[in-house]
């Protein structure tokens, strides 16, 4: 009498569609990350309920870190012309006496965070010492030098005739006295609509946004 | 002598001695490559901004030349929110009392039920006879959302946020007004009395 044999099955998986799979979602991944460039100072902005996405031209950020520091951040999408023209104003109203090459230099890493009276020393420096450099900030809280207010202006000049949006990006450590500081420098420049950059987050449940939201109204 | 093996074996004889050309399996070993696959999705999730930063608009209104020329809002709808050290809020409504009876504290939890209940007062307060408002309505039409903030156009909050308070708060009583949907607001330089008032009340509570 034959025995009844049991199948010899062989413990190999075919592992295609796993690699079809994995493949899948990376190639997602590599489509959805944007490559962000490393940001100068770091900062945690505050949530708020929020949706407007932030525009990349014409845009100029100010920087509060948790120290209450505040730097100019002016993007390089603005184009190389728009930042060395900023630096001309800034020179020729504060009589700063920069030369050519100090010039070139701030347009290669247009971010600055010292008094005007220590920027001279500061873009003599190669981009690498100056990225090593510990910046004391634009000072701001002081009401009658607010050097920010003469920035500002410079940036104003340069982009006559534009639309140029001032981004406030602030870290939510910071105190109130610095954010006010610089609200009054764009204030004198009257400059009277920014954008705070900040983390989104919902609308919590059961207030008037979110019932308007659920009705579908539409937000402005 | 070498030949092509052709498979018939008709003049071959099978058996010891004569050599079998190994079949070899056109199976790859997949491990590898999945291993690497699965490396690249854990580098590239780690490194993927999961929220991109938002703007919120602030206007800020320009300074009035003249002294007349200031906003005068009713005493009914105002609420004046002031925000101190440690995420403490203080508020009053209308105009703050000689004796201050109604200066009172609260936490950010708490400030939205205050907003929430003002809003319902100022809605339940509302006289659509009033010269004020029928304008509105007329301006409003029949627009649904508009009325509505016809209803509540009395209302007024003044922000006044002390030097010690965060930047977080002041964004985050922003977006307080946005979640309330409160139409008009103010930032607003904070008084001495509400300071000296704000640091009374810090010691009292023992802070």
Redesign the interface.
Known sequence: MPSVKIAKKSTDTDMTPFVDIAFLILSFFIMATKIKAPEPIRTTPPHSVSSKDLPVKEAIYIVIDDQNRVFLNIPVENGTDKIKSIISNINTARGLNLTAAQMDNFAKVPMVGAPLSQLGTLLSLSDAQRAKVIQPGIPVTDTLNNELEWWVGAARTAFAGGKLKFMIKGDEKSKFPTFEGVVNALRKNEEYKYFLVTSQEQAPAGTEMYNSQQRGDKVQ | MASLDTGDGGGHKKGPGVKKAKKLST?VD??P??DL??L??TF??F???V?????????????PEKKDEEMLTKQSGALTVM?GKNDKVYYYEGQLKEDASNFQTTTFKGI?DVI?KK?KDVVAAYNPSAPASAKCESEAGKDE?KLRDCKSQDMFVVIK????????????I??EM????VNRYALVKISDVETQLIKATEKAGGQ
Request: net charge positive.
């Open positions: 199976r997949m491990t490559m999945v696959g699965f690249l999705i590239f999730i490194t993927a901004t929220t991109t930063p938002k703007a919120m608009d602030l206007n800020m209104p320009k300074d925000l939205r929430i809003k959302k946020p002390d030097p010690e308070c965060t930047y977080k708060n002041a964004v985050d922003l977006d946005t979640i309330n949907q």
